[in-house]
Each structure stands twice: as structure tokens, then as C-alpha cells.
């Protein structure tokens, strides 16, 4: 009987992860990328991706004028070159914290449209509710954001 699960204790949900919120975070990227790689994008070396190709860790200038690596930087054949940032908070962290630098920093990306994916409900309420108010009052750049993976794939799917 000590083998056996207690008959109250919940399983793990698969996409529950453990490990540090980086460890976390890396394996969120790695399922998206699995996922762009599923929906017919390849992955290419070039400064500027082509039609249907992305490139990770793609460099631009943050708030402060140091250099910044987006998860992906990605050329979809109908919407252009989108910047994507993609973040997994799990547990309640600082990821919210983290709301305003993404939202200043991607004002500088070089891209018309950016992207910002989270995955998991570790953030707050609040927080989420800002990051759309500031994107949606965006007038020079097109903000996308994402509480899930699934909608931000749906949202390359569907033309």
C-alpha cells in the first residue's frame, strides 16, 4: 500500500510544471515553439524571418536602451512581422511586475504589431486588466495580448 497514491490527493495536472518560474518559463517557450513548428512555421538563422519562418531570441532595444531578446520574432503571411514575448506564471509571482517594462519595452520594438502570450493564472487580476488598457490605447503600434497559448494560436490560425 505505501506504493499507492492516498486516495484523496489529487494527480498532477500535466501542464502544471515544477522547477524554478525560469525552469517554467523555458519549457512554456519550448511548447510554443512546438507548437508554431506544428502549424507550419520552420525556424531560420536570417535578421528578418520569411513568410511562415521565425527566429528565436530576436534583439531589440528595450526601455532603457539595453539590448532585449524576444521569445520569437515570427513572419505570419497575412499579418507581417510579429514580435513575440511569451511568459508562464503558474503561482503568483512578479510576472505583474513585470506588466509595464513589457508593455515599454515592445513600444521600441522595430514591428508594427507585438505580441505579449502568457500561460497559467499566477498574475493578477488587476495587473492583466492594465496591461489591456495600456495596449488597447496604443495608437502608433498593434498590441496583442494573450492569457493563453491556445488563444494566441488560434489568433495565427484563423486569418
Known amino acids: 500500500m505505501d506504493g499507492q497514491l492516498p486516495l484523496f490527493d489529487e494527480i498532477p495536472n500535466k501542464y502544471e510544471h515544477t ?4 525552469e517554467s518559463n523555458r519549457k512554456f517557450c519550448t511548447e510554443l515553439e512546438e507548437d508554431l513548428t506544428s502549424i507550419g512555421f520552420t525556424e531560420c538563422t536570417d535578421s ?33 512581422l ?24 515592445l513600444s521600441n520594438a522595430p514591428e508594427k504589431t507585438v505580441v ?5 493564472k499566477g498574475y493578477k487580476k ?17 498590441f496583442k495580448v494573450f492569457s493563453s497559448k491556445e488563444d494566441f494560436l488560434n489568433y495565427l490560425i484563423n486569418e
Open 19 to 22: 522547477g524554478s518560474p525560469q
Open 48 to 80: 528578418q524571418p520569411q513568410q511562415q519562418k521565425y527566429i528565436k531570441r530576436a534583439a531589440y532595444q528595450d526601455m532603457y536602451g539595453s539590448t532585449r531578446h524576444s521569445t520569437f520574432l515570427i513572419h505570419h503571411k497575412t499579418k507581417g
Open 82 to 105: 510579429l514580435r513575440i514575448e511569451a511568459h508562464r506564471q503558474v503561482q503568483s509571482g512578479s510576472v505583474d511586475q513585470k506588466f509595464p517594462f513589457f508593455y515599454e519595452s
Open 116 to 120: 505579449i502570450v502568457f500561460d497559467g
Open 126 to 142: 488587476e495587473a492583466f486588466d492594465w496591461l489591456l488598457t495600456q495596449t488597447e490605447n496604443r495608437i502608433a503600434k498593434v
